[in-house]
């Protein structure tokens, strides 16, 4: 296995818990339930038909995309000015959320002290999220040790399609098959990366039991190591910084 040159990350679920991600994500289907549906309707079609293009592959790509989506299925004109309108609904009902300077995040045990000595081996850290970023990462007391953070949405499409993948890889400056990507969703996270060449690493716990993440692995076999903290994610990487994997 090759050595690293940087370690990058998907945000919710893999550096704080889902019920978290989840306790604040009810609140982003007030003031309107139907723009909520419409809005997850559409971010699953987007994984759903990767061979459909956003053009202009960027985040205005996407935004228009996004909105053009949701005014059709409900059966509305569609203009600048209406695209303009969905789009800062959207901003008010989703993104606020994570914006909102109150928010309380409390990531899982170890992740400071693993970015930390990550920085410490000379590694870059990424971030890539499928959500805006908002305060996140400033609430975890992490933001001083990252040196690339972007949202999927820039890259013009979600994960796994290869385009946020490549992007981060361009923002890093490192090839692919020198990045090891960590998150919790195996479709999304490891099947994307893996998709690209990055090393991947599930966050994932089989409980004590060994023949519990021997199936694991089995189930998942597009991940190169399944961890299930943090303290045991460094350990690998040292290993194989050192040669060792």
């Known amino acids: 296995m090759n050595r690293f040159e940087a370690v990058c990350f998907d945000v919710d679920g893999t550096l704080y818990p889902k019920w978290m991600m989840n306790l604040y994500l009810m609140k982003t289907v007030y003031p309107s339930p139907l723009l909520a549906y419409r809005y997850s309707r559409f971010r699953s079609s987007m994984r759903s038909h990767p061979e459909i293009l956003t053009d202009p592959p960027n985040r205005e790509g996407f935004l228009q995309r996004q909105a053009i989506s949701i005014l059709r299925s409900s059966k509305k004109a569609i203009d600048q000015s209406a695209i303009t309108g969905i789009n800062e609904q959207i901003k008010r009902q989703f993104h606020s959320v994570w914006s909102n300077p109150r928010l309380k995040l409390t990531p899982f045990p170890y992740v400071r002290e693993t970015f930390l000595a990550i920085r410490s081996m000379g590694l870059k850290i990424g971030i890539l999220s499928d959500f805006p970023l908002g305060t996140k990462l400033q609430l975890m007391g992490i933001d001083d040790l990252i040196d690339v953070a972007i949202c999927s949405e820039e ?37 994307g990366a893996a998709g690209v060449g990055m090393t991947t690493c599930l966050v994932y716990s089989p409980g004590r039991n060994p023949n519990r993440k021997k199936q694991a692995m089995e189930k998942y076999p597009e991940a190169d190591t399944i961890c299930s903290g943090y303290k045991e994610l460094l350990d690998w990487c040292i290993k194989v910084q050192n040669g060792g994997v």
């Open 155 to 191: 890259s013009g499409y979600l994960k796994p399609h290869p385009a946020p993948f490549e992007l981060i890889c361009s923002r890093l400056e490192v090839q692919g098959t020198s990045i090891l990507y960590v998150g919790d969703s195996y479709p999304k996270d490891i099947l």
